[in-house]
């Protein structure tokens, strides 16, 4: 799966970037569709807010994941609070996102005139793609239960055949022992039992809850084919607007790596090397997005009507990611399904939902210029 999110995001990028350099500037009889001629591209500052996004998304990926692994910690304590609190910050973030960010935007440009008429003739494209990568979120995860519950049933019963095996051969040796203790001087005390008595297949269930990981790695798909069009766009934006769009996108690459982060946390994966993949794929993405907006800033025009398009769909299918993960794999497994939570005292309740409302408010009034 998380192969399957790297490759979907490397040919992404690759075809985005082809598609956008060999796309020729021609006038567009709409001046809206013009493109805008930035007069002052002040190279060395995009180049730094490249890597001052980079920075920013980092610290946020990966502070929760470190708080998480440097030392065990006690239900209660200080770090498990902090934790807890970055968790459903981060589910009011990742709402936020969706509904403020991407589906507005989706709309807005569904709604431009720069595209055709065919695509003007129909006012719910944004929705009809976010509802199509719901379902379609529903079915893949619904496909990789299924081949986790048949493998783990394969394994089970390879385990109890093996097991029964044993049995029996220990059985037979027991019974050769005996006669041979019988017609032998050796004491029959001195001959040790090796029967080891345990289950194989509880092992199987000890890597942690499937739909924890399957919903992580498809929260990730969603964040990261959005962080590329940030990426372009922060790139590609004039002079007067860039400083306040980079300030935004700071907090919001910040917002958005906790929020991941914290669900990286809850896969309960054992050691670093996949929780690192996921954190850096995520870190590096906007400035790639970034970067191809660099090199492609002479002749990108964001107006034209495939840029207004391709950005259009990504956004609403990213919406679509973000809003099943947040309602099914966050919110209800979290809160409504979660025993533990519905029994913990109201203290705990009331801040934790405190953090996601404060989450979803901050990413919300981001929205503002972002």
Not at 198 to 208: C, Q, Y
Not at 291 to 302: T, V
Not at 336 to 360: D, L
């Amino acid at each position: 799966m998380l192969r399957l999110l790297l490759i979907s995001c490397i040919l992404f990028t690759c075809a985005l970037a082809q598609e956008v350099a060999t796309e020729t500037v021609v006038a567009e009889e709409n001046e809206e569709c013009a493109a805008e001629t930035i007069t002052d591209y002040n190279m060395s500052l995009r180049v730094g807010a490249l890597f001052i996004i980079l920075v920013t998304s980092a610290l946020g990926v990966f502070t929760p994941i470190i708080m998480h692994r440097i030392s065990p910690y006690d239900k209660g304590s200080y770090r498990e609070w902090l934790l807890t609190m970055g968790k459903f910050f981060g589910t009011g973030v990742i709402l936020a996102t969706a509904f403020v960010h991407m589906l507005p935007e989706a709309l807005e440009n569904f709604d431009s005139p720069c595209l055709s008429e065919g695509w003007k003739s129909y006012g719910s494209f944004a929705g009809v793609f976010c509802m199509l990568s719901s379902f379609a979120l529903q079915l893949l995860e619904l496909a990789a239960l299924s081949n986790i519950e048949r493998i783990r049933a394969r394994k089970l019963a390879e385990n109890q055949c093996n097991d029964i095996e044993k049995l029996g051969y220990k059985t037979k040796s027991s019974s050769s022992s005996e006669s041979t203790a019988r017609n032998s001087p050796v004491d029959p005390r001195l001959v040790v039992d090796d029967h080891e008595g345990h289950v194989h297949s509880a092992g199987l269930f000890e890597e942690g809850d499937p739909l924890k990981h399957i919903g992580t790695l498809i929260l990730e798909l969603g964040i990261v084919m959005h962080s590329i069009i940030v990426g372009i766009t922060l790139s590609n934006t004039g002079t007067d607007e860039f400083i306040t769009l980079l300030i935004a996108l700071v907090f919001h690459q910040f917002f958005e790596g906790v929020a991941l982060g914290t669900r990286i946390n809850d896969m309960n994966i054992a050691g670093w090397r996949r929780p690192a993949l996921m954190g850096t794929l995520f870190m590096i993405m906007t400035p790639i997005g970034c970067a191809i907006g660099i090199g492609i800033h002479s002749s990108f025009n964001p107006n034209s009507s495939s840029s207004v398009l391709a950005s259009a769909i990504l956004d609403s299918l990213s919406a679509g990611i973000l809003l099943y993960n947040a309602y099914i794999s966050l919110m209800s497994q979290d809160i409504n399904q979660n025993v533990e939570f519905r029994q913990s005292p109201f203290t705990r309740k009331f801040i934790c939902f405190m953090s996601m409302y404060c989450g979803a408010g901050l990413m919300a009034l981001l929205g503002k210029w972002a």
